[in-house]
């Protein structure tokens, strides 16, 4: 049997003493004065419970209580609160929202025992689902379990050290800025800039100089040499973003200096070499873009040596639940008031059957609300704003759907009026006959 660690902050001795009475095999405890030596003791011996006693011997405020408790994940805490003290209303909001269990002075050990036994079983199932996690750190922080991501990821291996440039294509929140962030984090190009350019975000007639840069009065209001963002990535990664709302003007420009690797900052003749590797991203279809004359088709190439597209999130089989789980423990470290310790059944269905225009941006974005919104312990459809996606049937025709829910109804409203007939049809404002009608039509069968 293993041994089960159990730190306790009694500063009075007063639990201490008639535990230590007991003898109580495979069960370790640690008896401490204060949070501050319940730090120290954690952070060199892990324990999966810890017990606190909150009367008046506690010499800690109820914040470094708080504090201690929210940096100490992988411990499960069990409050010894004196009654007094559950009278007070941030007591009692404390411990409802920070504890796995409380207990009122005087405790009944052989009671407290068993939350122990319990807590310790939650905090090794926590700690076993957290090393599972750990273990799918994703590729390079990207992650995602389907077939078509792992070839994505093969084909990134590839990639990286090749030096070239790179096209990264994708719908809107795939991923493609991560993917440029991975190329340059792994590359030998790794401790050179990153330099990003949003070209859909930039001026048209300021794109120039945020490109290039310019001299000291090269135009009115230059007051100050600028080094624009291509030399600035000197030795690094230009990460072009939305590069099909590069104006055509500009496009040559940028063809240029892809073919001569040097610039020429405005209001100068003096051409400066730059060494970087070019990645652009752009969520709009190039070749389309060629064909409607919007895009020079002699940049694509140059820009496009190395293809990457990024697959919706609705085609990775089987990756909003792994993404779902990933996303809701970041953003449930940050927020100390998120309850929720994971998705409902329900919740985790209607997430993989969404369509997921935004991908995982919306996600995110999704997740974020929910963590925020969420009061109870798992997170449901409509805190991710769902509610309209739940398990609607898959209709080919209108027909079909009507079909489909007039024999939900049927189905529902027998079930609530207990199989009576008689009562389900009064419930829905039709005949027994009708009634009778409609459940022949769509095969229910009348159970007693
Ligand atoms: N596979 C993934 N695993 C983890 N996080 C991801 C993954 N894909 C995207 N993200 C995260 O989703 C968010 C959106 O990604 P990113 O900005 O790279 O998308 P994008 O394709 O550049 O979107 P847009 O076209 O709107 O600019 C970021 O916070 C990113 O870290
Ligand atoms: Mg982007």
Known sequence: MTTRSVVLIDPQSYISQQIQKLVIENINFFCVESTVDAKNLLSRQPCSVGLVILDRSLQDSLEEVESLVAATAKTEWIALVAPAYMEMANVRSFVANAFYDYHTLPVDLQ????????????????????????????????????????????????????????????????GKELVAQAIHGHSRRSKGPFVAVNCGAVPQNLIQSELFGHERGAFTGAQQRKIGSIEAANGGVLFLDEIGDLPLNMQANLLRVLQERTITRLGSTQPVPVDFRIIAATHVDLQQAIQNGSFREDLYYRLSVIQLDLPPLRSRDGDVPLLAEVIFKRLSANNPHCRANGFTSQALRVMSAYRWPGNVRELINRIHRAVILCEGKLIGVSDLGLDAHVDIPEAKTLEDARASLDRSILEISLRNNGNNVSRAARQLGVSRVTFYRMMNKHNIAATH
């Open 111 to 174: 009671r407290l025992l068993m939350t122990i036994g319990h807590a310790c079983g939650i905090a090794h199932l926590r700690l076993s689902l957290a090393k599972k996690e750990n273990a799918d750190s994703g590729h390079f922080g990207i992650h995602g379990n389907s077939a078509i991501m792992q070839s994505f990821f093969q084909r990134l291996d590839k990639v990286i050290n090749a030096d070239l440039a790179v096209l990264i294509g994708g719908e809107t929140g795939t």
